[in-house]
C-alpha cells in the first residue's frame, strides 16, 4: 500500500532563514506528488505538485521541491522563511492513474521564530 | 478562480440533531470529494462523487450522508453524531478526465463541527 512517511513532526526555525521539509514516500509505481499548507483552522493550500518532467519545481509563495527518485523523496524547500509562513505542511501522493485517492502524510508543524 | 467555499463555518449539534453541511465550486469541477480532519492529524478521505455519482465511499459510517445535487454542489448530511464525530470536515474538487489521469484537488476552508 502507499504511504507517505514526514519524518519531522514539528521544526522551528528563524525568520529568514531557510527551510527544509521532508517527505519520503513508498511505492511500487510512479507517483504524482503534492505539498498542501494549512494554516491554523483553515483548509488546505495547493503550494505546488509534481506530475512528470523537471524534477525542480517551483510553487506559489517561493516554495520549492525537488523529486528523487531514487531517494524516494520530495522535499520541500524555501531560502528565505516568513512569520506568515508559520503553519501545518501536508505531503501527499497519489498513485499515477490511481485517480482521487489521496494519501497524506501526518505532517510537519513550521514555527518561526523572531 | 480556484475556490471551494463551504458553509456553515462553525457548527454546535447535539446527538439528536440533523444538520447538513453546503459545499460549493464554480470551476467546472466534476469530482467532488468530502474528508475528516481531526486535531493534529492528516484529512482522512470519507466519499467521492465524480459526474454526481458517488464512487468511493470510505466505509463511512451511515449516520454521514452525501449528496450531489448538481455538478457545482455537494452536502453531506448529520443524523445522530456522535461526540467523536467532532472535526474540521473539508471538501474538496477537482476537474474529472478520467480513470488514467491524475486531477489536483482544491480544498475549501471547512467546517468546524462540535458534537455535544
Known amino acids: 500500500a502507499q504511504s507517505v512517511t514526514q519524518p519531522d513532526i514539528h521544526i522551528t526555525v528563524s525568520e529568514g532563514a531557510s527551510l527544509e521539509l521532508r517527505c519520503n514516500y513508498s511505492?511500487?509505481?510512479?507517483?504524482?506528488l503534492f505539498w498542501y499548507v494549512q494554516s491554523p483552522g483553515q483548509g488546505l493550500q495547493l503550494l505546488l505538485k509534481y506530475f512528470s518532467g523537471d524534477t525542480l519545481v517551483q510553487g506559489i509563495k517561493g516554495f520549492e521541491a525537488e523529486f528523487k527518485r531514487s531517494q524516494s523523496s520530495f522535499n520541500l524547500r524555501k531560502p528565505s522563511v516568513h512569520w506568515s509562513d508559520a503553519a501545518e505542511y501536508f505531503c501527499a501522493v497519489v498513485l499515477s492513474g490511481g485517480y482521487q485517492k489521496v494519501t497524506f502524510g501526518t505532517g510537519t508543524k513550521l514555527q518561526v521564530i523572531p | 478562480d480556484t475556490e471551494v467555499t463551504q458553509t456553515p463555518k462553525h457548527l454546535v449539534m447535539g446527538m439528536t440533531n440533523k444538520k447538513s453541511l453546503k459545499c460549493e465550486q464554480h470551476m467546472g469541477h466534476r469530482a467532488m470529494y468530502w474528508y475528516k480532519q481531526k486535531a493534529k492529524k492528516p484529512p482522512e478521505l470519507m466519499f467521492v462523487?465524480?459526474?454526481?455519482?458517488?464512487?468511493i465511499n470510505e466505509s463511512v459510517p451511515s449516520r454521514f450522508s452525501p449528496e450531489c445535487p448538481n455538478s457545482s454542489l455537494l452536502n453531506l448530511h448529520l443524523h445522530a453524531l456522535q461526540p467523536e464525530d467532532s472535526a474540521l470536515y473539508l471538501c474538496?474538487?477537482?476537474?474529472?478526465?478520467?480513470?488514467?489521469?491524475?486531477?489536483?484537488?482544491?480544498f475549501g476552508p471547512g467546517t468546524r463541527l462540535t458534537v455535544l
Open positions: 474538496a474538487s477537482s476537474q474529472e478526465r478520467g480513470q488514467h489521469s491524475t486531477d489536483t484537488q482544491y
Open positions: 511505492y511500487g509505481a510512479t507517483p504524482y
Open positions: 462523487y465524480s459526474y454526481e455519482k458517488l464512487s
